[in-house]
């Protein structure tokens, strides 16, 4: 990567706290890369233990500092001397706020405070950012079974807050990185990401285990008719690090997912693998009318009623082909998702 004695790039992770960015700080441990984190609070450390424990089993250097993204405190400080970007960082909440401009604001202006320090900085070669297929494939009025690339953007005023608030930021770092004078300049990649699933670094489930995690408790009695393009984190984790690393993802957007597939299917999965072993994970078929009588009461669920019958229908052949980018088999990516929980206490030993 670098010639010998000359020290390895240094990559700032944001959001380094959160499950993505976890294992893109492994990933690029593992590859010799020097990685500061940026967390909202370094006194949370319930939130950085297990990056800390990371960093020293691999031996690799890594360095946490404080930036909220709702704040222009700690952002120049955060990038300076780093070759590389990945701005991973953005609200992720599982039910649908209030007011959407809690997820938008600090989606957006978070965005452009760390896009700013990259400017100033000048040492900052590349960002890779991640964005979604929440970002691509939401809110099209026309052709609902049409396959979604890179060429698509969600219509963000047919969105729920979290969509939109992908899409917009996403729109909005593009239009920053064109408009940069030719001597703030620095390249932008990014990586659309499906429903992440796979290992957990630590205790906490975060947003897109909660499906899992709730299978698994049998929390639900049945499986709502809805599905998504799955992925596993590692394999995302990958792709930023190629996206970092290959001069042709330069001015590019990968979406990174597979197949769609229902929650019925996934459930059927962690059924065959963790029944056997006493848990009661339920296969069935949630109707609609019950699914909507739960809404009221669970948040969740009446996130997901907008979401009943849909598929979500994308195309990672860009990644493959550009980035030499892999999926493994989505069964491994539930297993690991629950043996993990398991592991990690999130649902209980049986
Ligand atoms: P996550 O575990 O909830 O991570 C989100 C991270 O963003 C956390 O580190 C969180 O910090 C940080 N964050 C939130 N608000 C912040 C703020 N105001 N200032 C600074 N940091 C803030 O979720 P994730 O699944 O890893 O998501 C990471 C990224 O991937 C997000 O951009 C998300 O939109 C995107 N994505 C996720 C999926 C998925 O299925 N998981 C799919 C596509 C795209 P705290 O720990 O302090 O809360």
Redesign the pocket.
């Known amino acids: 990567m670098t010639a010998a004695n000359e020290p390895s790039p240094l990559v700032l992770v944001?959001?380094?706290?959160?499950?993505?960015?976890g294992h893109c700080i492994r990933e690029l441990l593992e590859h010799g890369y020097r990685v500061r984190g940026?967390?909202?609070?370094l006194g949370d450390s319930r939130?950085t233990e297990h990056l800390r424990r990371m960093a020293t089993t691999l031996g690799g250097a890594l360095e946490l500092v404080e930036?909220?993204?709702?704040s222009d405190r700690g952002w120049r400080e955060a990038v300076a001397g780093c070759t590389y970007v990945q701005h991973?960082?953005?609200?992720?909440p599982a039910e649908v706020p209030k007011d959407e401009m809690e997820l938008i604001r600090?989606a957006v202006d978070?965005a452009t405070r760390v896009l700013e320090a990259c400017a100033e900085t000048g040492t900052v070669k590349r960002v890779v950012m991640?964005?979604?297929?929440?970002a691509v494939a939401f809110g099209h009025t026309d052709g609902q079974s049409a396959v979604r690339t890179e060429a698509d953007w969600s219509k963000a005023e047919n969105c729920e807050a979290y969509p939109k608030s992908?899409t917009l930021a996403e729109r909005a770092t593009w239009d920053f990185v064109k408009a940069l004078p030719h001597e703030r300049r620095f390249e932008l990649a990014v990586i659309n990401?499906?429903?992440?699933l796979g290992p957990l670094l630590n205790d906490?489930q975060?947003?897109?285990g909660e499906l899992i995690r709730k299978l698994m408790m049998r929390e639900m009695p049945a499986c709502p008719e809805i599905g998504f393009a799955p992925v596993d984190v590692r394999d995302v984790a990958l792709a930023h690090r190629l996206a970092m690393e290959r001069p042709e993802a330069a001015g590019n957007r990968y979406i990174c997912a597979g197949e769609h597939i229902w929650v019925q299917d996934i459930a059927k999965v962690l059924a065959a693998e963790f029944n056997p072993r006493g848990y009661r994970v339920p296969t069935g078929r949630l109707p609609y009318w019950l699914m909507w009588i739960i809404a009221r009461f669970d948040k969740a669920v009446r996130l997901a009623l907008g979401f009943v019958g849909r598929t979500e229908l994308v195309s990672a052949a860009k990644a493959e082909r550009e980035l030499g980018w892999m999926m493994r088999p989505v069964r491994e990516s539930i297993i690991d998702t629950a043996r993990t929980m398991i592991e990690q206490g999130v649902v209980p030993a049986r």
């Open positions: 944001t959001g380094a706290s959160g499950y993505i960015a940026t967390v909202r609070s939130k930036a909220d993204l709702t991973v960082a953005s609200p992720f600090p978070g991640t964005s979604s297929v929440a992908k990401p499906g429903f992440v906490d975060g947003t897109s």
